[in-house]
């Protein structure tokens, strides 16, 4: 009997203790989260945790912060686990419910680490958040048991450059913001580091800078500018445009002219072409750049395309003004003195059109460095400074004067070329009806009245008849 008994026990006991296993356990939720959870070096975060150790009237709770590159979970810890870190938040009180809410700053450096081997500058990419308790001890200590994890997303800065586009030598505008504040700043190119010439060369107390650079030597191509600052990393692209110089830019038949390029294809080779003929050719080194002469030949005076072109198809283009050669031999008596001839050249794109439309008039042989004055009949379009060997480009717009036969006068107070432009005449346009308004009767006495028309001078003929076929028998005013 006593053993049945027994038997009854040991099973209501094996009972309990399954029911007891049944039972739920609910366990503390610890958590933090980040608002923002992306951002720069130097910016700030606010962080909000909750399940926390609870401060209670005997006994104060506290906790610390640490941001890290190493990825841990909450059975790691800090020290052995997570050896890379930075602390950003000490003393973090935990309040009566166990939460906290904080704000701190990105850092630029993880060296609160044991090991200052481990080191790191941050840079864009992702980072953890870690959250450890405190252990009421003399003097308080950390457990250093990860309790809570959040990931935060590190963003570089921003850049822009201005152009995006042009030859080797160009002059490009930097601008950065939302870098960190107070750091240096490297710049370069397709990752070459390369001079600031001017401008900022650190970041300012808002995590902003300006700065130039020089495009240096290379191919014609995309090519990547990138902004260095702290840890944080910015790109943009820059595309490199052939140019090709002429030295000197005029002369006459037999004269030797050297002609350089920049920009042009990797070991590339390039033709010179002078009125569509080929004169010279060359090969570009493997930053694209040439260098070659070419005999000037017996062409008439006037302003001529040259062309550089690469077996790439990289293309650009320079005028190149052929002089009148001067005279070897004695001049022939002349009844008496004229003029001298004019040591000028002129071309001008349109010898017609309608107002409005675009003139380009380009020059050589003029005053160096002179002040070109341009008159479309009597009236002065624009004045331009001749370069250093007398060579203006213009680029205007017909002005607006009657049809008919204009002057075009380009002079500088020495030389003087004249052509003569035909400015077509444009129709006007029907003026639209106001009154009276169409389909409806009007009373008497009848009012006219169109739309407006813009015009120096213009007339109209006004017929008003009873059919609307305008019959002559049904014409009652012609005006």
């Keep these: 009997m006593k053993s049945v008994n027994m038997l009854r026990l040991i099973g209501l006991i094996v009972v309990m203790a399954m029911m007891l296993m049944a039972i739920p356990v609910t366990a503390q939720t610890r958590f933090v989260d980040l608002a923002p959870a992306e951002g720069t070096v130097g910016s700030k975060v606010v962080a909000v945790g909750e399940g926390f150790n609870k401060t209670t009237e005997t006994t104060d709770q506290y906790a610390i912060i640490f941001f890290s590159s190493q990825e841990a979970s909450v059975v790691d810890d800090i020290d052995s686990d997570v050896t890379v870190y930075k602390i950003v938040k000490d003393g973090l009180y935990l309040n009566e419910d166990?939460?906290?809410?904080?704000?701190?700053?990105?850092?630029?450096?993880?060296?609160?680490?044991?090991?200052?081997?481990?080191?790191?500058?941050?840079?864009?990419?992702?980072?953890?958040?870690?959250?450890?308790?405190?252990?009421?001890?003399?003097?308080p200590s950390v457990a250093t048991r990860i309790r809570a994890v959040a990931e935060f997303t590190v963003i570089g800065g921003e850049m822009t450059i201005d152009p995006e586009e042009g030859p080797v030598g160009s002059e490009v505008e930097i601008t950065g913001t939302e870098?960190?504040?107070?750091e240096s700043v490297t710049i370069s190119y397709d990752d070459e580091e390369i001079d600031i010439e001017s401008g900022d060369d650190e970041t300012d107390s808002s995590g902003e800078f300006i700065c130039t650079v020089f495009i240096p030597e290379s191919t014609a191509d995309t090519h990547t500018i990138k902004v260095t600052v702290g840890g944080s990393e910015a790109e943009a692209e820059f595309t490199v445009e052939p140019e090709v110089i002429l030295d000197p830019t005029s002369g006459e038949a037999g004269a030797d002219v050297s002609v350089s390029g920049t920009g042009f294809g990797r070991r590339s080779k390039v033709g010179v072409y002078?009125?569509?003929?080929?004169?010279?050719?060359?090969?570009?080194?493997?930053?694209?750049?040439f260098d070659t002469t070419f005999t000037v030949p017996e062409l008439d005076k006037g302003i001529y395309d040259m062309e550089a072109e690469?077996?790439?198809?990289?293309?650009?283009?320079?005028?190149?003004?052929?002089?009148?050669?001067?005279?070897?031999?004695?001049?022939?008596?002349?009844?008496?003195?004229?003029?001298?001839?004019?040591?000028?050249?002129?071309?001008?794109?349109?010898?017609?059109?309608?107002?409005?439309?675009?003139?380009?008039?380009?020059?050589?042989?003029?005053?160096?460095?002179?002040?070109?004055?341009?008159k479309f009949g009597d009236k002065v379009l624009d004045t331009v400074s001749a370069d250093a060997n007398g060579i203006f480009v213009a680029v205007l717009k017909v002005p607006s004067l009657k049809a008919g036969e204009y002057p075009i006068a380009?002079?500088?107070?020495?030389?003087?070329?004249?052509?003569?432009?035909?400015?077509?005449?444009?129709?006007?346009?029907?003026?639209?009806?106001?009154?009276?308004?169409?389909?409806?009767?009007?009373?008497?006495?009848?009012?006219?009245?169109?739309?407006?028309?813009?015009?120096?001078?213009?007339?109209?003929?006004?017929?008003?008849?009873?059919?609307?076929?305008?019959?002559?028998?049904?014409?009652?005013?012609?005006?």
């Design 98 to 139: 166990g939460e906290f809410e904080v704000e701190f700053t990105v850092p630029a450096e993880l060296n609160d680490g044991e090991d200052e081997d481990d080191d790191e500058d941050v840079v864009a990419g992702t980072y953890y958040i870690y959250v450890c308790h405190y252990i009421n001890t003399t003097p």
């Design 179 to 182: 870098f960190a504040d107070r």
């Design 274 to 289: 002078l009125n569509a003929e080929e004169i010279a050719t060359a090969t570009a080194s493997s930053g694209g750049s």
């Design 310 to 374: 690469d077996d790439k198809g990289n293309m650009d283009t320079a005028k190149f003004t052929i002089m009148e050669p001067a005279s070897t031999q004695p001049p022939e008596p002349t009844p008496a003195p004229g003029p001298a001839p004019s040591p000028t050249a002129l071309n001008i794109s349109a010898t017609s059109g309608k107002v409005g439309s675009d003139l380009i008039i380009s020059g050589a042989g003029f005053k160096a460095a002179g002040t070109v004055t341009i």
């Design 410 to 479: 380009i002079s500088d107070g020495t030389n003087t070329e004249e052509r003569i432009f035909t400015l077509e005449a444009v129709p006007l346009p029907i003026p639209e009806p106001l009154l009276p308004k169409m389909g409806v009767k009007a009373k008497t006495p009848v009012i006219f009245d169109w739309e407006s028309v813009t015009a120096e001078s213009v007339s109209y003929a006004l017929q008003v008849a009873t059919d609307k076929d305008f019959d002559e028998d049904s014409i009652v005013l012609d005006k």
